[in-house]
């Protein structure tokens, strides 16, 4: 990456409970050494006196790459044999990791061990468990989390590139319209 250029801007997706606040802070380094600059966390690193289904749409819409860190928030039950199935992480999660999909946002998922993403998050992206306490795991895990920024980088760029085509198109449209439209005029006045 060029170093004029500015940092990618990853919305962070996660947890606000502050005994989540130990694996956030874990996984915003590493997003921050990968090259990429956290962003947009409502509550954490925007506060605005609007919706926060509106507030997470406008933060997502601004950031390149959306970071999911997922904590478990709900304990899970069958309901017909009464047995526990999993520490689910919180629904809100589950949506922003929504609004960036729809947006075309590359999504990165980190897990923290134990917590079931359900069945939404594995059709998105592949997600890397972690226990934040474990650097032998984030060593033997850096080439899989160091793939997981360069795919996303590239599709960035990629995306960066073809809007800055179609701005240029729509400026060469404007302006053959101009011109055609000048012509037009000149045509129709040099006839009188």
């Known amino acids: 990456m060029n170093m004029m250029q ?3 801007r990853a919305f962070i997706s996660c947890s ?9 802070d874990y996984i915003e380094w590493i997003v921050m050494m990968c090259g990429f600059e956290p962003f947009g966390t409502v509550g954490r ?3 605005a006196p609007i919706p926060i289904c509106q507030h997470m749409d406008e ?3 601004q950031a390149d790459c959306l970071v999911l860190v997922a904590t478990p928030r709900y304990l899970s039950q069958d309901i ?3 047995q526990k199935t999993g520490r689910c992480m919180s629904e809100m999660l589950h949506v922003e990791v929504g609004m960036a999909y729809v947006l075309g946002k590359p999504v990165i998922a980190f897990v923290q061990e134990g917590t079931d993403v359900g069945g939404f998050i594995p059709q998105v992206t592949q997600y890397i468990s ?4 474990d650097r032998q ?3 033997s895990k850096s080439h899989l989390i160091n793939d997981c920024f360069y795919r996303a980088l590239s599709t960035i760029l990629e995306s960066n590139k073809k809007r800055e085509n179609a701005d240029i198109g729509k400026v060469i449209g404007w302006a053959l319209a101009f011109y055609g439209g000048f012509t037009l005029l000149d045509k129709y006045f040099s006839q009188k």
């Not at 606000?16 to 956030?24: G, N």
Request: avoid cysteine; aromatic fraction near 10%; charge should be neutral.
């Open 6 to 8: 500015p940092r990618p």
């Open 16 to 24: 606000l409970r502050e005994e989540d606040r130990p694996f956030v």
């Open 45 to 47: 690193y925007s506060a």
């Open 59 to 61: 933060g997502i819409k």
């Open 80 to 82: 017909h044999e009464r």
């Open 130 to 133: 972690l226990r934040y306490d």
């Open 137 to 139: 795991q984030l060593e």
